[in-house]
């Protein structure tokens, strides 16, 4: 563990306005934290709350030292825990999203003969393909999770053959005695 000596010493929780109260509801908090983010940000506001300096405080929580003080300032401004939870966030713009569940199953009830490939069932890759010529652009792993949501499934074809084999235990390797 890196030592702490020499560095500048910590300003005092009561001059940051940090008091036991604050202190009693971080670890109240910190005990029903169920996300490893927001735990991490309690547990550093939490030390310096007990009189740990920022740098140290960074170190164990395992966040940056800017960290520590954003996170400071914010809780500093709410007082309340809940002001170092993650904001919900709308996330990566979904990749084409033409394609919709109703289209995709109504191409895949279609049977690839009918719309002109030389193939008896979908595959991944001639599905992609078809879709591209119909203007969607999709990887593989995108097309596999669209299936998958929409609940369709795909399994390779079983071959069944017309007639039975006439010996089948000497295919398998038994001994008939004649």
């Known amino acids: 563990m890196p ?34 983010r927001h735990f991490r940000r309690l547990l550093a506001i939490k030390l310096i709350a007990e009189g740990r300096g920022p740098g140290e405080a960074a170190h164990l929580a395992a966040l940056s030292r800017p960290a520590v003080y954003f996170w400071l300032k914010r809780y500093l401004r709410e007082r309340t825990p809940s002001a170092l939870v993650d904001a919900p966030r709308s996330g990566r713009p979904r990749a084409a999203p033409r394609l919709s569940f109703e289209r995709l199953r109504k191409v895949v009830r279609t049977r690839p003969e009918k719309v002109g490939w030389a193939s008896h069932g979908w595959t991944v890759p001639l599905l992609r393909t078809h879709l591209q010529r119909q203007g ?43």
Request: net charge positive.
């Open 3 to 36: 030592s702490f000596q020499g560095m500048r010493p910590a300003r005092s929780p009561e001059k940051l306005g940090l008091t036991a109260v604050d202190r009693r509801r971080l670890e109240r908090a910190l005990r029903q934290a169920r996300e490893a």
């Open 136 to 178: 969607f652009e999709v990887s593989p792993r995108m097309l596999r999770r669209r299936l998958h949501e929409a609940g369709l499934a795909w399994k390779r074809p079983r071959y069944v053959y017309a007639t039975a084999a006439p010996y089948p235990g000497q295919k398998k390797g038994a001994l008939f005695a004649v």
